[in-house]
C-alpha cells in the first residue's frame, strides 16, 4: 500500500462546503488536504449564481463573523447587490448578491491556494479508511493512500450522481463532471444510512438571443453593501438582471408534454426541493397561476451565458425550447446549456451530532449537499462548523456547538441532526424562533466572540469587531446618561426635529425610542457624536427594538434551562418505562444532548419530556447526575 501522505484533516470535495470545511481547521494550525474531482470546478455554482436572500444572506454573514470565506469570496466577485426586504422590519431585511461564477471560483481558489497548512489536490476518494474504531485516512481511486485523523465529507451532488434530460440518462456531476460512483459503497459498508435526492437548473441562455425591450429591468441598490464585515468596498460596477414571465402558452406546452417529463415517468427517483421546484411542478401543483415570474440572471461579466431563474427543467431538449420561445424577450432564444435534474445520494443527518461528526464513526465529520442541504450557503455553513470541530477535535478541545438562540446556523444544524430531512433542506427565516435577535446586521456580536475563542477570528477582525461593540456600548450609556429636560430651548429642537414636545424630564435614549426620531436627527439637534454605519444601526435597533429584543432574550432563558439539562449519551431510552414506544425508538435514534433537543425530535411528547424530567431529577437525587 503506497501512503501518498499524512494530515490532519481530510476534506473530500471542494464545493462551497469543503472549501470553509478546509479553510478553517488550516487557519486554526491543523495540516489539511482538501481533494475534488476537478481543480477547475473548485466553488463551482452549479445553479443559480447568486448568494444570500432571505435566511441565506444571515448564514454568510455569520460564516463571516465566525471566520469564514464566502462573504469576503462574494464581495469581490459580486455583479450585483441588492438589500431585500427593506420594507419591513430588520429581522428580514437580507443581502442578496449576483455573483460572477467564474471570478468567484478563481478568487477562492486563489485563497485556498495560498493558505498555509492547506494542500489541495485533484483525486477521487473511493474508500474512507477505519482503524481500531476511528478514521485513519481515505483510498484514491488510482490505490494510494492518504492517512489522517479526520475526514470530511463535502461530496455535494457527485454521489453516484445521475444526470437526466428528457430521455436521456447518464452518470455524471454538474457541468458534465465525472460522478463519484464507488464512495457510496464504502459508506454503506461502514454502516452509514443513506438517502437518494434530486434537484434542478434551468438552461443557460446566450444574451445575444434575448430582447431585454420586452423585459423589466431589476437593477441593483445605488448604496453599496458588503456581506463581510471586513470589506470596505465603497464602489462596485453592477450589472441588472431582467424580470419577464411564462403565460398561458408556455404552461400548455409544458401540459401536454407531461408524459415525456422525468419527474413524473418515474425516471427521477431521488426526492427534490419543495421551495425550489421545476417549472413542470410548478404548472401542476399551482395550475390556476396564469404567469410565473422568470429573473434573467447573468452569470458573469465575462460570459454570454444567461440563467433563466424559476425555469428549472428536466423535460427533453426539444420541448425547452418550445416553451422558452413563448416568452417575452425569449422569442429567438439559444439555448446554451440544458436544464437538467441531477440525482444523487447524500447522508441521512440524523446519524450526526450537532458538531456534525457521525456518531459511531470518531473522526468522520459531513457537510453540505451531502447531508441533505441545499444551497450554497447551507453548505457554507456546514463545512465551517464540520472544519471548526475537526480541528477543535485534533487539539483536544470542546467541540463549537452554535443553539438556535446564536445563529441561523445553530437552527439549521439542530433541523438536520434533531429532526432529519426527507427532501433538500432549504433554510428560512420562519424556521428560527428567535428571528429578532437572529439578524443579519449582528451577526458579528453574536459569533465573532466565538469564532476569537476557537482561534479562527484573527488579530484583524478581532480589533475591528471589539471597537465597534465598544463604541455600541459607549453610545447607548451616553443617550441613557444624557437627561433632556422640557425648557424652551430642548421644546424648540425637539420641534424642529418633527417631534413633540417633552411633558416631563427624560433623555437621549427614550428620544431615540420615538418612531419618527433617528440617530441622524438626534445628531443634528444635540452634542451626540456621529456614528460609522454599522455602529448606529446597531443602536437604532437597540434602542426601538428594546422591548421585543427582551422579550425574546426571555423567551432564549427559558428555552436554555431546558437545554441545560443534559442526558447520558449511553442512556438506552428503552428502560425508561412511561416513554412512549415512539418515543423511546426515536430518542435511541436521536440520542439527544439534552432534554431541549429531545422535546424537538418528532414522535417525542410533552408527556415524554416531564418523564424525562423525572428521571433526571430522581439520577440527581441519587448522586449519580451533577
Ligand atoms: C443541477 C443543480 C441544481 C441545483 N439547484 C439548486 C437550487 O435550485 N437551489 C439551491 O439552493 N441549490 C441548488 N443546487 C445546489 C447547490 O449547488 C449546492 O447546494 C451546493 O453546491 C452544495 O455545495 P457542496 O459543497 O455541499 O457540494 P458541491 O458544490 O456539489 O461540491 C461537491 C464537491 O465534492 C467533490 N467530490 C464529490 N465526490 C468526491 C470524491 N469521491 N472524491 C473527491 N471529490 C469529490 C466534487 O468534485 C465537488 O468539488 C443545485 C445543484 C445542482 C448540481
Known amino acids: 500500500m503506497f501512503i501518498a501522505g499524512t494530515y490532519d484533516v481530510i476534506v473530500v470535495g471542494a464545493g462551497h462546503a469543503g472549501c470553509e470545511a478546509a479553510l478553517a481547521p488550516a487557519r486554526m494550525g491543523a495540516k489539511t488536504l482538501l481533494t475534488t474531482l476537478n481543480m477547475d470546478n473548485i466553488a463551482l455554482m452549479p445553479c443559480n449564481p447568486a448568494v444570500g436572500g432571505p435566511a441565506k444572506g444571515h448564514l454568510v454573514r455569520e460564516i463571516d463573523a465566525l471566520g469564514g470565506e464566502m462573504g469576503i469570496n462574494t464581495d469581490q466577485t459580486c455583479i450585483q447587490m441588492r438589500m431585500l426586504n427593506t420594507g419591513k422590519g430588520p429581522a428580514v431585511h437580507a443581502l442578496r448578491a449576483q455573483a460572477d461564477k467564474h471570478l468567484y471560483q478563481t478568487v477562492m481558489k486563489e485563497t485556498l491556494e495560498h493558505q498555509e497548512n492547506l494542500d489541495v489536490k485533484q483525486l477521487l476518494i473511493e474508500k474512507i479508511l477505519i482503524e481500531n474504531g476511528r478514521v485513519a485516512g481515505v483510498q484514491i481511486e488510482t490505490g494510494e493512500v492518504y492517512q489522517c485523523q479526520c475526514v470530511i465529507l463535502a461530496t455535494g451532488t457527485y454521489l453516484r ?22 464512495l457510496t459503497a464504502s459508506l454503506v459498508d461502514l454502516g452509514i444510512r443513506l438517502m437518494r435526492f434530486k434537484t434542478g437548473t434551468p438552461a443557460r441562455v446566450d444574451r445575444r438571443s434575448l430582447d431585454f425591450s420586452k423585459m423589466i429591468i431589476q437593477p441593483g441598490d445605488e448604496t453599496v453593501h458588503n456581506f463581510s464585515f471586513m470589506s470596505d ?15 398561458e402558452e408556455t404552461h400548455n406546452i409544458i401540459r401536454a408534454n407531461l ?79 440544458p436544464g437538467y435534474a441531477i440525482e444523487y445520494d447524500c447522508v441521512d443527518p440524523t446519524q450526526l451530532r450537532p458538531t456534525l461528526e457521525f456518531k459511531d464513526i470518531p473522526g468522520l465529520f459531513s457537510a453540505g449537499q451531502a447531508n ?35 445563529a441561523y446556523i445553530g437552527v439549521l444544524i439542530d433541523d438536520l441532526v434533531t429532526k432529519g430531512t426527507n427532501e433538500p433542506y432549504r433554510i428560512m427565516t420562519s424556521r428560527a424562533e428567535y428571528r429578532l435577535i437572529l439578524r443579519q446586521d449582528n451577526a458579528d456580536l453574536r459569533l465573532t466572540e466565538k469564532g476569537r475563542q476557537i482561534g479562527l477570528v484573527q488579530d484583524e477582525r478581532y480589533a475591528r469587531f471589539s471597537k465597534k461593540r465598544d463604541a455600541i456600548k459607549e453610545i447607548l450609556t451616553l443617550l441613557k446618561e444624557t437627561p433632556i429636560t422640557p425648557v424652551p430651548e430642548i421644546q424648540a429642537r425637539l420641534i424642529k426635529m418633527g417631534t413633540t414636545e417633552l411633558r416631563t424630564g427624560s433623555n437621549l435614549y427614550d428620544l431615540l425610542r420615538r418612531t419618527e426620531v433617528n440617530y441622524d436627527s438626534l445628531c443634528e439637534h444635540f452634542h451626540v457624536p456621529e456614528l460609522p454605519s454599522g455602529v448606529k444601526e446597531q443602536v437604532e435597533i437597540a434602542v426601538k ?7 425574546q432574550f426571555e423567551q432564549v432563558a427559558k428555552a436554555l434551562r431546558l437545554e441545560a439539562k443534559k442526558l447520558p449519551d449511553k442512556l438506552d431510552y428503552e428502560m425508561l418505562s412511561g416513554l412512549s414506544q415512539e418515543a423511546q425508538q426515536k430518542l435511541n435514534e436521536i440520542k439527544p444532548l439534552s432534554v431541549g433537543q429531545a422535546s424537538r425530535i418528532s414522535g417525542v411528547s410533552p408527556a415524554d419530556i416531564s418523564i424525562l424530567m423525572v428521571y433526571l431529577e430522581q439520577q440527581r437525587r441519587r448522586g449519580e447526575l451533577e
Not at 468596498?233 to 403565460?247: A, G, S
Not at 453548505?379 to 478541545?397: D, E, F, P, R, S
Open 372 to 406: 441533505g442541504t441545499s444551497g450554497y450557503e447551507e453548505a457554507a455553513a456546514q463545512g465551517l462548523v464540520a472544519g471548526i470541530n475537526a480541528a477543535l477535535c485534533i487539539q483536544g478541545k470542546e467541540p463549537l456547538v452554535l443553539s438556535r438562540s446564536d
Open 233 to 247: 468596498i465603497k464602489t462596485r460596477v453592477q450589472e441588472p438582471c431582467w424580470l419577464t414571465y411564462t403565460n
Open 259 to 337: 408524459h415525456r417529463a422525468p419527474m413524473y415517468t418515474g425516471l427521477i427517483e431521488g426526492t427534490g426541493p419543495r421551495y425550489c421546484p421545476s417549472i413542470e411542478t410548478k404548472i401542476v401543483r399551482f395550475a390556476e397561476k396564469q404567469a410565473h415570474q422568470l429573473f434573467i440572471e447573468p452569470e458573469g461579466l465575462h460570459t454570454n451565458e444567461m440563467y433563466v431563474q424559476g425555469m428549472s427543467t428536466s423535460l427533453p431538449i426539444d420541448v425547452q425550447y418550445e416553451f422558452l420561445r413563448t416568452i417575452a424577450g425569449m422569442e429567438n432564444v439559444k439555448i446554451m446549456r
Open 545 to 551: 427594538y428594546q422591548g421585543y429584543i427582551q422579550k
Open 161 to 182: 450522481g445521475k444526470i437526466i434530460i428528457g430521455e436521456v440518462v447518464y452518470s455524471g456531476g454538474p457541468n458534465g463532471q465525472r460522478a463519484a460512483m464507488n
